[in-house]
T-cell receptor, first 115, second 111 residues
Framework: DTGVSQNPRHKITKRGQNVTFRCDPI?????LYWYRQTLGQGPEFLTY????????KSRLLSDRFSAERPKGSFSTLEIQRTEQGDSAMYLC?????????????FGDGTRLSIL | AQRVTQPEKLLSVFKGAPVELKCNYS??????LFWYVQYSRQRLQLLLR??SRESIKGFTADLNKGETSFHLKKPFAQEEDSAMYYC?????????????FGKGTKLSVIP
């Protein structure tokens, strides 16, 4: 198992375009999280899935952002009509089970640059 | 609302010197605290969690609820400890599974 996998690693796009990122969690993990990290900041929570259900969303997740996890496996995060402020590293994490203290395992992230 | 404060952006110590990375949190419920580390060109990875009360790579951290702190300590710093360290707070008791991260402290160990 190679851990959490994210694609692409880098995405450069023009303002106003739509982008989609993919996250493949560790295979037995039922929980999946998306975070955003900008320069000089720690990761900030965006949204959380338990299996295919999206159970928690941050107010950071504007209407232009949508996330899915069909069949409770991989997840996609789409940003529509990108803006300069969307430039950031988008991190995915996954964890296992019902215990509250199961650690979250992070992927390498997708770095988004808006021109 | 949860908040995590790491007061130092950068901490430089000499090899062999003690290290203490500070973390304070704000949360009214029962907190779950973690330290994550990111080495150069590597992904964020879990270093410690308070519930385990373990020592990893010589690092320890004790949860002090009175002072709302979870400082990370190591008695003798090594060059390979140079990395970015993030303190994180979980609040699953409140039905939330997100982690709230601090801004991070960059540890630089001088040979």
């Amino acid at each position: 198992d190679t851990g959490v996998s994210q694609n692409p690693r880098h995405k450069i796009t023009k303002r106003g375009q739509n982008v989609t990122f993919r996250c493949d969690p560790i295979s037995e993990h039922n929980r999946l999280y998306w975070y955003r990290q900008t320069l000089g900041q720690g990761p900030e929570f965006l949204t959380y899935f338990q299996n295919e259900a999206q159970l928690e969303k941050s107010r950071l997740l504007s209407d232009r952002f949508s996330a899915e996890r069909p069949k409770g496996s991989f997840s996609t995060l789409e940003i529509q009509r990108t803006e300069q402020g969307d430039s950031a590293m988008y991190l995915c994490a996954s964890s296992l089970g019902h215990l509250s203290n199961q650690p979250q395992h992070f992927g390498d992230g997708t770095r988004l640059s808006i021109l | 609302a949860q908040r995590v404060t790491q007061p130092e952006k950068l901490l430089s110590v000499f090899k062999g010197a003690p290290v203490e990375l500070k973390c304070n949190y704000s949360y009214s419920g029962s907190p779950e605290l973690f330290w994550y580390v990111q080495y150069s060109r590597q992904r964020l990875q879990l270093l410690l969690r308070h519930i385990s009360r373990e020592s990893i790579k010589g690092f320890t951290a004790d949860l002090n609820k009175g002072e709302t702190s979870f400082h990370l300590k190591k008695p003798f710093a090594q060059e390979e400890d140079s990395a970015m360290y993030y303190c994180a707070l979980g609040a699953s008791g409140a039905g939330s599974y997100q982690l709230t991260f601090g801004k991070g402290t960059k540890l630089s160990v001088i040979p």
